[in-house]
């Protein structure tokens, strides 16, 4: 099995920065991508932001230029910086990763999601 664990989240003031953290552990071969999602109340879940085993990078519109995705190949882990934050951000988010295992195959692992909230 693969374990993902999830970091970084927690109450910040509008204007704030925050770093999640996502680290895979188990039997991956190597990450083809990982993904940050959220989910809002009453919203549905979205992509914040992707990276691939070539390095592109995608972001939401709403998140363009406020948040980096980046990776640590050698960790299995991929972070999401975020500054800048507005009460709009607060959700939970979750990441999500596309894996080779070593069997070959092609998973995705979620992640149990980190609270994020953004309030005066």
């Known amino acids: 099995q693969v374990q993902l664990v999830e970091s970084g989240g927690g109450l910040v003031q509008p204007g704030g920065s925050l770093r999640l953290s996502c680290a895979a552990s188990?039997?991956?071969?190597?990450?083809?991508?990982m993904n940050w999602y959220r989910q809002a109340p009453g919203k549905e879940r979205e992509l914040v932001a992707r990276?691939?085993?070539?390095?592109?990078?995608n972001y939401a519109d709403s998140v363009k230029g406020r948040f980096t995705i980046s990776r640590d190949n050698a960790k299995n882990t991929a972070y999401l910086q975020m500054n800048a934050l507005k009460p709009e951000d607060t959700a939970v988010y979750y990441c999500?990763?596309?894996?080779?295992?070593?069997?070959?195959?092609?998973?995705?692992?979620w992640g149990q999601g980190t609270q994020v909230t953004v309030s005066a």
């Open positions: 999500k990763v596309d894996a080779l295992l070593w069997t070959m195959a092609r998973n995705q692992y």
């Open positions: 188990g039997t991956i071969r190597s990450i083809i991508a």
């Open positions: 990276i691939t085993n070539g390095d592109s990078t």
